[in-house]
């Protein structure tokens, strides 16, 4: 392959599924074709392909659930303290919840809200994963 197939190659990797979507159809548009149509020679694309997953659209996740997965037992201390701070839980609670882990700290957030949550609790010394 040229470099420059290589090139668009590599971007079209790196793109996620609702861009794709969207490359379909202006590409559809600008060159008067239509990609659900099957091309001639007999080839004809598994149910359920790769080339029909473009073609979806898929709403992107807008709320997100942070949750500690493990804490190093000489930085409980802080992350209590970043627990606390972050819900509101009182000692007792926040103390049950950095020792039974992994646990949720926080459910629905904003991605802007868990990514700064997740700073602090990773500062502090805790393993936090966001889903």
Known sequence: MSTKT???????????LL???ELVSQIEETFGVDASAPVGGGFMAA?????TAAAEIVEEKTTFDVIIEDVASDKRVPVLKVVRNLTSLD???AKEAITSLPKVIQQGVSKDDAEASKKQLE?????????
């Open 91 to 93: 000692l007792k609670e």
């Open 19 to 21: 861009e794709a979507a």
């Open 6 to 16: 290589n090139e668009i190659l590599d971007i079209l990797k790196s793109i996620t």
């Open 47 to 51: 149910p359920g392909g790769a080339g």
């Open 123 to 131: 500062d502090a010394g805790a393993k936090v994963k966001i889903s």
